[in-house]
């Protein structure tokens, strides 16, 4: 960490070398600055911002078109296997790739006149990963599910008009925490940083940087051979899928430690792009994850299995089978994970409310006809917090009106559900930005419980309002995750945000007709050719949930009692003793590991541990290399999956899209 008194330099354009080349910077300050958060914005203005976004190109037409198709033909990807698998891919590294490759080609052959800029680049995969990944998680859960339940099929129209609302007020849900998680506290954000650092090779020329771009480069051709071996090689030949990587670890984990043990998700995976995201995360968080997936997988889920409820007729009935996997289980565990992630992110809100007042100041000069006279130069390039305010009051409209013609959703459960949204937004962003894992569905689960309270029975306002909430939380935490690459580039935040705006109606207009398309009716969810994993899921909670909460188990409400106080202590600890912060664990990365398989919680310890030690044996070679190589690893991996996924089913596809089959 720099000396407050002295930030630290950045070669870059800034006021340390005013001739140097604003797409030239040979290192990124990841670590940040000190102080209070006005010196700590200052730096940020006269050391990054200073000489690089007040002066360079970024927010173009041309930026934009790009990120808008690149960011609608990757948004197909995810769709498709969000339902197919539940997953999605973040789409921002893929699009600076793919982008830079497409504009230099047209750059070479004489079609585009000027290349583009690192910051143009750092604007189109704004829009990109808004158009391709922020707007499409909606359909393949909550809409999904609707779909299940009602066994009718949503009109095209409504479909849009939903989801253009809910990323309207996602997006600018992230305004006022911007300025708090990325400028004040400076939270990792691990893609983001990956993100930058890949724009940073890509468009690098000096020795510095053509080192870190060539490491870069060697870790991303081992992301991308690494996760074929994994996973493609079959796609070759089916003779190849003995030897692929996968299948070996398969092989291992069932030979040494059986069905019951990998039923709990205790095995491993071949990832390696989780390490390179734990060697971004720290070793405290990575720590804390370790030990909330031990205490999750290791500890609970053995007793949930061998303990039960007896029923009024004298049936023991187990709370899960031994053979239930961790779908069934995860149905119990998230509700302690996302009860400790929700009160200590909403506790680390409430003791930062000093950043929150500062972050919303400007809606009041709405009501004075101009924005406040003030020499705080960050207060002309941030985001105004007007535009958070006629956003949520935008998108709350919409949403209402949807609500109470198609749902009869009664205008005010709307608004209840817009209030929890914000709330459980800044949880999910917090623990995006420790974790790099964004909580959406748990998140969604705490709507969907609070609206069993207030409108039991009710199974489509249950999924609806839930919908709200996680596909707010997802926006929100996408949006800040690129503003966090612009933020170590030095952009302009006002400008990535239009960016980033910009985005949400491709995002509306491709997936949605799309999904249509796949999905014209609910026979073809459930089944082989779209299991649907995460519609089955929300549908699976809101029917758990249609009798209200009396029917929720005990073991769940305990759960949640101990997760909240568990999320409650850890923080107050950190304030209480900040000397012994860094051994205190982080209640994001305990209370996550309870929503998601073991065998991540050891990745990222893995990747902590190996970062851990390559900075204190080699700290220069460290400083050099860690952040690109992790990088790397991050950008190849995210786009040989693309690939796979698009090698592997992109025929079918485009034939599903085309009415053709």
Same mark, same amino acid.
């Given at each position: 960490?720099?000396n407050p008194?002295k930030?630290?330099q ?5 006021p340390?070398?005013p =001739?140097a080349?604003?797409?030239e ?6 670590e ?5 958060? *006005?010196?700590? *914005?200052?730096?940020?203005y006269?050391q990054?911002?200073t000489?690089?976004?007040d002066?360079?190109? #970024?927010?173009?037409w041309?930026?934009?078109?790009m990120g808008?198709v690149l960011?609608?033909i990757?948004?197909l990807?995810n769709l498709?296997?969000?339902?197919k698998?539940g997953w ?6 893929t699009?600076c790739?793919?982008?830079?490759a497409?504009w230099?080609?047209l750059y ?8 583009m800029?690192?910051?143009?680049n750092?604007?189109?995969?704004s829009?990109?990963?808004s +158009?391709g990944y922020?707007?499409?998680g909606?359909l393949?859960s909550?809409?999904a599910?609707f779909?299940l339940l ?5 009109p095209v129209?409504l479909?849009m008009?939903?989801?253009?609302f ?11 925490m911007k ?10 954000f691990?893609?983001?940083?990956a993100?930058?650092e890949?724009?940073? +090779?890509?468009h690098s020329?000096?020795s510095?940087?053509?080192q870190? +771009?060539r490491a870069l480069?060697?870790a ?7 996760k074929?071996?994994?996973d ?5 030949s089916?003779?190849?899928?003995p ?9 291992f984990n069932t030979s040494v ?10 095995m491993?995976?071949w990832e ?7 060697a971004i ?12 997936s031990?205490l ?9 299995q061998s ?8 049936v023991? =009935?187990t709370?899960?089978p031994? +053979?239930?996997g961790y779908r069934?289980?995860?149905s ?5 994970g ?17 950043s ?11 009501f004075?006809?101009?924005r406040k ?8 390039i ?14 709350f409209?919409g949403?209402?009106?949807?609500g109470?013609?198609t749902? =009869? ?5 709307t ?25 959406? %569905? ?10 069993g309270a ?10 609806m309002?839930a919908?709200i ?13 690129d503003l ?18 910009a985005?949400i ?19 073809v969810? %459930?089944?082989?050719q779209f299991?649907?994993p995460a519609?089955?899921t929300w ?12 029917s929720?188990?005990?073991?769940k409400?305990n759960?949640?009692?101990i ?6 202590i ?13 051994w ?10 309870w ?9 990222f ?5 190996i970062?851990t030690?390559? *900075? ?5 070679a460290?400083?050099?290399f860690?952040f690109?190589v992790?990088?790397?690893?991050i950008?190849? *991996?995210?786009?040989?999956g693309v ?16 009415g053709i #089959?």
């Amino acid at each position: 960490m720099s000396n407050p008194s002295k930030p630290p330099q950045t070669t870059g354009g800034g006021p340390a070398d005013p =001739h140097a080349n604003p797409d030239e910077l040979d290192k990124l300050c990841i670590e940040g600055f000190q102080g209070t958060p *006005e010196e700590i *914005e200052r730096q940020w203005y006269e050391q990054v911002y200073t000489g690089r976004g007040d002066r360079m190109r #970024q927010l173009t037409w041309r930026a934009v078109i790009m990120g808008s198709v690149l960011g609608g033909i990757l948004s197909l990807t995810n769709l498709y296997i969000g339902l197919k698998a539940g997953w999605g891919f973040g789409v921002a590294i893929t699009a600076c790739i793919l982008s830079y490759a497409i504009w230099t080609f047209l750059y070479k052959v004489k079609i585009a006149r000027t290349p583009m800029t690192i910051l143009e680049n750092n604007c189109m995969q704004s829009t990109a990963s808004s +158009a391709g990944y922020s707007t499409g998680g909606t359909l393949v859960s909550a809409f999904a599910a609707f779909i299940l339940l009602n066994n009718q099929s949503m009109p095209v129209p409504l479909m849009m008009g939903w989801v253009f609302f809910l990323a309207v007020l996602g997006v600018t849900m992230a305004i006022p925490m911007k300025r708090q998680m990325i400028n004040t506290e400076q939270l990792r954000f691990p893609s983001g940083i990956a993100a930058a650092e890949t724009l940073r +090779a890509l468009h690098s020329t000096g020795s510095k940087g053509m080192q870190s +771009a060539r490491a870069l480069g060697i870790a991303g051709l081992f992301g991308l051979v690494s996760k074929f071996w994994t996973d493609g090689l079959v796609l070759i030949s089916p003779k190849l899928e003995p030897f692929m990587i996968g299948t070996l670890v398969t092989r291992f984990n069932t030979s040494v430690l059986g069905p019951a043990w990998t039923g709990r998700t205790v095995m491993f995976s071949w990832e390696p792009m989780f390490i390179a995201a734990g060697a971004i995360t720290g070793l405290r968080v990575c720590v804390s994850m370790l030990l909330g997936s031990v205490l999750c997988w290791m500890v609970f889920a053995p007793w949930l299995q061998s303990h039960g409820t007896v029923d009024a007729a004298g049936v023991l =009935h187990t709370y899960v089978p031994a +053979a239930g996997g961790y779908r069934a289980l995860v149905s119990w565990t998230l509700w302690a994970g996302t009860a400790c992630m929700v009160t200590s992110g909403l506790l680390s809100f409430a003791m930062q409310w000093k950043s929150a007042v500062r972050a919303f100041s400007s809606i009041g000069s709405m009501f004075t006809g101009g924005r406040k006279k003030t020499n705080d130069p960050m207060e002309a390039i941030e985001t105004p917090s007007s535009w958070f305010f006629f956003g949520q009051v935008f998108g709350f409209a919409g949403l209402a009106v949807l609500g109470h013609l198609t749902f =009869h959703m009664p205008y005010w459960q709307t608004l209840i559900a817009v209030v929890i949204s914000f709330a459980l937004a800044l949880v999910a962003c917090r623990v995006t930005g420790e974790t790099d894992t964004t909580p959406v %569905g748990a998140m969604g689960k705490i709507t969907q419980l609070t609206f069993g309270a207030i409108s039991p029975g009710n199974m489509n306002v249950n999924l609806m309002s839930a919908n709200i909430t996680a596909a707010s939380a997802g926006a929100s935490a996408d949006l800040l995750t690129d503003l966090k690459s612009g933020y170590l580039l030095g952009a302009h935040p006002r400008k990535q945000f239009i960016a980033q705006f910009a985005g949400i109606f491709v995002g509306t207009l491709v997936p949605v007709i799309c999904f249509n398309i796949l999905v014209p009716n609910a026979s073809v969810l %459930g089944g082989d050719q779209f299991p649907a994993p995460a519609a089955q899921t929300w549908k699976a909670v809101a029917e758990a949930l249609s009798r209200g909460l009396s029917s929720l188990e005990p073991v769940k409400v305990n759960l949640i009692i101990i997760g909240g106080i568990i999320g409650i202590i850890l923080p107050l600890l950190s304030k209480v003793l900040p000397k012994q912060a860094k051994w205190i664990p982080s209640p994001a990365g305990l209370g996550l590991a309870w929503t998601f398989h073991w065998f991540y919680g050891l990745l990222f310890f893995l990747g902590a541990l190996i970062g851990t030690w390559f *900075e204190k044996k080699h700290p220069k070679a460290s400083e050099d290399f860690t952040f690109p190589v992790a990088s790397g690893i991050i950008a190849g *991996e995210s786009l040989m999956g693309v690939v796979l996924a698009f090698w592997q089913n992109g025929k079918e596809m485009i034939l599903k899209i085309l009415g053709i #089959q």
